[in-house]
Structure formats: structure tokens, C-alpha cells
């Protein structure tokens, strides 16, 4: 009897052991996986950095250093998180919810890093509390963000549950422009893009003067932006680095503008950063408020402190960005609001362009300057927008 209970116990223990290291060897697979994204990230950063600061222009090594440090801190921080403390976390997950008596074992993590959440567990005898949605809030409290929960079959009274970040808002964008003199080539550039963190961001820069030399310009300081950002590096830091090198390679004295929206999906959180930016509108309901702050062109200074202004936002928020080129034929700035409001009913994409066609009938067809205007609104995932 004690030889069988011996036996039983060996076996056992090797098939937990077994499990364990097949959540290692799945943990080692994932890790290797976002390496090599990153890898082709880090290549992107580096060919978009060559191409903003231009042939033939002498930049400080220990700026070029500096961006390229950054990312790789934060993409090598995030494939480390929590990696040397796995099993820790896993008995801190079983036990949260052995406290609504809910039994989970074999937990096999493949990412705690913050929007990044990936893991599964076989929940045993799953109960009512289980189904009633009280496991996915205590998870949520423990992992401080909102999560996404996909429960599969019940097989010999076990369950097998994964959970991941959740996504129940997103960003639908809609783009209009038109260059100076009606020219298919505008100075002005725009960037919509959502990454893995949950963020979204939005911007336009308005490269100085018009044509190819200033579209050039401005698309290849929104390209390192995204890539910097790809990293998860923080807006003002990426900001930072972008003005450092525009100022050294500056040997023409050019310099554009920088309208950003950073918009935090699940927390609902938007945050505007501009460098001598227009005003950017947002639309709710049948009201337009307005986000206005200061700032220098990159390329004048430095880089310095970046300004944040935060703003919460409501299911179906619109966001209005758009260049000087379209204020500008406004002598009065409620004219255009009056225009935001009366597309209330409309989409993303209509309200881009009804913005840009009535700013052009309002100055009689002529075009005198890069004209652009992007719409973003935040929306439920599996909501409807109430027309």
C-alpha cells in the first residue's frame, strides 16, 4: 500500500513538473517571439531616424544613442517583466481566487505585462460565483486593468479559462486634405495608429512650406514618433529626442508643427501634447470644447519640458485635428464649431471631409495653403452609435 501511495505520489509530482516546464518551454516560445518583432521594430526605428535627420547632416552620437536606449530599455523591460518570479505570480493568482472559493491549478503565463496580459488556468468544478462574472472582477482588481475572459468547455469537472487584456473601445478615424493650390503633394502628414498597449495615437505635422520637401519633413517625424512610441516610450521623451535632432541637423533652419492626441482606450483617458499646433475640438452630443496650448515649432530649440493636458472622454466622442491651413480662413472660430455641430449624425469619415469642402467654399475655391483635417471617435467595440 505504501509502495502504491509512493508510486502515485512520483507520478504525480513528475506530471506537475511536467506541466511546469511545459509553461516554461510555452513562456520561452512567447518571449522569443516579441524578440524578433522587436528586432524588425528596432530596424524601422533606425532606417526612419537615418531618413528624419537627412544625408549629409552631423548629429551628437549621444542623441542618436539616447532614442535608440530608450526603446531598447522598454522592449527589453517588457519581455522581462515578471519573468524570474512566474511561479510567485501564479500562487498569487490561485489564491485571490481561493478566496470565492474557486479551485484553479496548472496556470500558464505568457505575459503580465500591462496591456499585455496573456494567461490561462484550469478553474476545477467551476461554480455558479464562477459563471456570475465575480472571477473576472477579482482578477481585474488584483491586475488593475480591464480584462477580457474566454471560458471553454466543461470537460470532467474542469474548465479551462484564458484571460487576456481586455478591448472594448476603439478608435474609428476618418482623413481629408488637399495641398496648397489644390496639389495632390501636401506639407501636411497625419498619423493614426493603434498599438499593443491599448493606446491609440493620433497627430498631424505641418511641415514649413508646401510641396514634397515639406511633406518629407513632416512624415519622417511622425514615422520615428511611431516607432519610438512602438516601444512604449512615453510621448514627451520621444518628443524630446525628435526636437534634439531636428535642432542638430537643422543647417536649413526648417521646422514644422506637432499636434498629438494619445488616447488610452480601456481608461478613457485622451492626452493632447502640441508644438505650435491649431486648436483641436472635441464634439459630444451637441457641444464642442475646445483643447488650445502653446508651444514652440520643433526645430527651434532644443528639446525641453513637453506639455500634457489630460482629458476623459465618453463613448463616441469625436476628436477634430486639423492644420493651420484650414483655421486660418476663419475669421471667427465658432463658425467653424457651428460646422463640427452640424455633423453631429454624421461618421468619421463624412465629417472629415464635409469640414474640409465647406472650408473650401468658404474661401471661394482657392486653396492658399496645405489644408488637412482628421476625425477620430471613440467608440464602444460592440456599441452602437446612437444617431
Do not use: W
Request: proline fraction near 2%.
Amino acid at each position: 500500500m505504501e509502495l502504491t501511495n509512493l508510486v502515485k505520489s512520483t507520478l504525480t509530482n513528475r506530471q506537475e513538473a511536467n506541466v511546469a516546464l511545459a509553461a516554461k518551454t510555452q513562456l520561452n516560445k512567447y518571449m522569443v517571439s516579441q524578440f524578433f518583432i522587436q528586432l524588425v521594430n528596432f530596424q524601422q526605428l533606425i532606417s526612419s531616424m537615418n531618413e528624419f535627420v537627412g544625408n549629409n547632416k552631423a548629429v551628437k552620437t549621444a542623441t542618436l544613442f539616447e532614442g535608440l536606449t530608450l526603446c531598447l530599455n522598454k522592449a527589453m523591460g517588457q519581455m522581462l517583466h515578471d519573468r524570474f518570479d512566474m511561479d510567485a505570480q501564479a500562487e498569487l493568482i490561485k489564491s485571490t481566487l481561493k478566496n470565492i472559493d474557486v479551485t484553479t491549478r496548472d496556470v500558464q503565463i505568457k505575459s503580465l505585462y500591462p496591456r499585455l496580459l496573456k494567461f490561462s488556468m484550469v478553474v476545477e468544478k467551476p461554480s455558479a460565483t464562477l459563471l456570475s462574472g465575480e472571477l473576472k472582477k477579482e482578477l481585474e482588481v488584483l491586475l488593475g486593468e480591464s480584462l477580457k475572459i474566454k471560458v471553454g468547455k466543461v470537460r470532467n469537472k474542469t474548465m479551462r479559462i484564458e484571460v487576456t487584456s481586455s478591448c472594448n473601445f476603439k478608435i474609428r478615424h476618418g482623413i481629408a486634405y488637399v495641398g496648397k493650390n489644390a496639389d495632390k503633394v501636401s506639407g501636411d502628414s497625419y498619423l493614426c495608429e493603434n498599438f499593443q498597449n491599448g493606446k491609440t495615437i493620433i497627430a498631424i505635422s505641418d511641415g514649413m512650406g508646401n510641396g514634397q520637401m515639406a511633406k518629407a519633413e513632416s512624415s519622417h517625424a511622425l514615422r520615428v514618433l511611431k516607432c519610438m512610441m512602438n516601444f512604449d516610450v512615453s510621448v514627451a521623451e520621444a518628443v524630446r529626442v525628435l526636437a534634439e535632432l531636428k535642432q542638430e541637423s537643422n543647417i536649413e533652419e526648417r521646422f514644422f508643427s506637432l499636434d498629438l492626441c494619445v488616447v488610452d482606450k480601456e481608461n478613457g483617458r485622451a492626452y493632447f501634447h502640441k508644438q505650435a499646433a491649431t486648436t483641436t475640438f472635441i464634439l459630444r452630443g451637441d457641444k464642442v470644447y475646445r483643447i488650445e496650448m502653446p508651444g514652440l515649432p520643433i526645430g527651434v530649440v532644443n528639446g525641453s519640458d513637453i506639455d500634457e493636458l489630460a482629458v476623459n472622454l465618453e463613448p463616441y466622442d469625436m476628436i477634430i485635428m486639423c492644420s493651420d491651413g484650414v483655421l486660418d480662413n476663419y475669421e471667427n472660430i465658432e463658425i467653424f464649431e457651428k460646422r463640427i455641430i452640424k455633423n453631429a449624425d454624421q461618421d468619421v469619415h463624412k465629417t472629415a471631409q464635409d469640414l474640409l469642402h465647406y472650408t473650401i467654399r468658404r474661401a471661394h475655391g482657392e486653396v492658399t495653403d496645405d489644408m488637412m483635417v482628421v476625425a477620430a471617435e471613440y467608440t464602444p467595440i460592440r456599441g452602437q452609435r446612437p444617431f
